[in-house]
């Protein structure tokens, strides 16, 4: 048996000494591969003890059982997705960033807020029109390029695909004024 899947069988038998060695043993060189895509040392950190939770849940559960690739790659794989979740996130946000007014609160200090704001853009987001909701999930959730939204959708040329990624964005941050104007 090798030294990975003696240390898969500890964790799923209850050894915490087993996982914190995991933990230790790579969260240096996540934080450095994580600075590298821009994330600041502080977000790295939340998303690399997260990445060490589903791993550890996935062996504990039976999800993960062996391995074709090495304990690292697959932990560095967890956080990757993480990462790229994260920066969708602020990707979105970023667009939305001119029109933030619309989500702002009377009170600064509600937490909740963020919370809320992501459930408005959601609401809003159901009410766009099934081309652009396609448009947005195939830019901002699958990573697709212009060119491969315009030649999925087949538009005419990218200039067209780009404009009309632009106007849905617009159409969503009407909604959102719309939906910010109604009394809760």
Do not use: H
Request: with cysteine; proline share 1%.
């Amino acid at each position: 048996m090798n030294r990975e899947k003696r240390l898969i069988e500890k964790i799923k038998s209850g050894d915490q000494r087993a996982i914190e060695k995991v933990y230790v043993q790579y969260k240096t060189e996540f934080t450095a591969y994580a600075s590298r895509l821009s994330v600041s040392d502080e977000e790295a950190a939340d998303i690399y003890q997260d990445s060490v939770i589903v791993l550890y849940e996935n062996i504990v559960s039976g999800k993960l059982t062996s391995l074709t690739s090495s304990l690292k790659t697959y932990l560095f794989a967890i956080g990757k997705y993480k990462i790229y979740n994260s920066l969708k996130v602020k990707v979105i946000t970023k667009d939305l960033a001119d029109y933030e007014f619309l989500l702002k609160e009377e009170s600064e200090e509600d937490f909740s807020l963020q919370e809320e704001n992501i459930i408005k853009i959601q609401k809003a987001y159901k009410k766009l029109g099934g081309r652009c909701q396609e448009v947005l999930k195939m830019f901002y959730y699958e990573n697709r390029s212009i060119e491969e939204i315009k030649n999925r959708l087949e538009y005419a040329s990218k200039d067209v695909a780009k404009s009309q990624k632009s106007r849905c964005i617009k159409q969503l941050k009407n909604i959102l004024l719309k939906l910010k104007q109604r009394p809760s």
